[in-house]
T-cell receptor, first 112, second 114 residues
Framework: SQKIEQNSEALNIQEGKTATLTCNYT??????LQWYRQDPGRGPVFLLL?????KEKRKERLKVTFDTTLKQSLFHITASQPADSATYLC???????????FGKGTKLSVKP | EAQVTQNPRYLITVTGKKLTVTCSQN?????MSWYRQDPGLGLRQIYY???????DKGDVPEGYKVSRKEKRNFPLILESPSPNQTSLYFC?????????????FGDGTRLSIL
């Protein structure tokens, strides 16, 4: 069956370090991959979209990679800050129903 | 300000009492959808709409109805709510695409069915 796995439910890092979040998928050939940020009590907020023929995309302190051979995406936040603490969701499409499939998320905590 | 607005934000009700959660977007988006988010299960799509008068089932449509009479509105209807529909619900919209464009989410509606 198709599966999306985000490497850990929680990730704790020190302020200033680079946070690296992983999204792995199986039995799936997505053409697009997206990352979202979700704060408690709020809806997900779009961060970055990357296509299968793009290896890497950057936006300010954020970087996403998409490796279709490894079936993996890495999401990096450089020079992390406590304000980056949130849950980060990866999403792949199209799924078997032609939709966007979300991972369960990784909760990132950045300690001062 | 570009946004997706859901109402109500919180609702506690009883089994069998019909309810409607409204969703409105001001970005002239063609695509709208509803998700529910449950602990350990993540976001799952309930219904989606590619445009006015065009709706289709998502992954978990049982017990829900939707309509799209106007481009900006996409209400979610629970005709006879049951406790297993207690969840956090999100409405989302995008310019056109189901998976190839950013999705804009509302701030959610927390439903409790007793």
């Amino acid at each position: 069956s198709q599966k999306i796995e985000q490497n850990s439910e929680a990730l704790n890092i020190q302020e200033g370090k680079t946070a690296t979040l992983t999204c792995n998928y199986t039995n799936y050939s997505p053409a697009y991959l997206q990352w979202y940020r979700q704060d408690p009590g709020r809806g997900p907020v779009f961060l970055l979209l990357i296509r299968e023929n793009e290896k890497e995309k950057r936006k300010e302190r954020l970087k996403v990679t998409f490796d279709t051979t490894l079936k993996q995406s890495l999401f990096h936040i450089t020079a992390s800050q406590p304000a980056d603490s949130a849950t980060y969701l990866c999403a792949l499409g199209p799924g078997s129903q032609g939709n966007l499939i979300f991972g369960k998320g990784t909760k990132l905590s950045v300690k001062p | 300000e570009a946004q997706v607005t859901q109402n109500p934000r919180y609702l506690i009700t009883v089994t069998g009492k019909k309810l409607t959660v409204t969703c409105s977007q001001n970005m002239n988006h063609e695509y709208m959808s509803w998700y529910r988010q449950d602990p350990g299960l993540g976001l799952r799509q309930i219904y989606y709409s590619m445009n006015v008068e065009v709706t289709d089932k998502g992954d978990v449509p049982e017990g829900y109805k939707v309509s799209r009479k106007e481009k900006r509105n996409f209400p979610l209807i629970l005709e006879s709510p049951s406790p297993n529909q207690t969840s956090l619900y999100f409405c989302a919209s995008s310019l056109k695409g189901r998976y190839n464009q950013p999705q804009h989410f509302g701030d959610g509606t927390r439903l409790s069915i007793l």
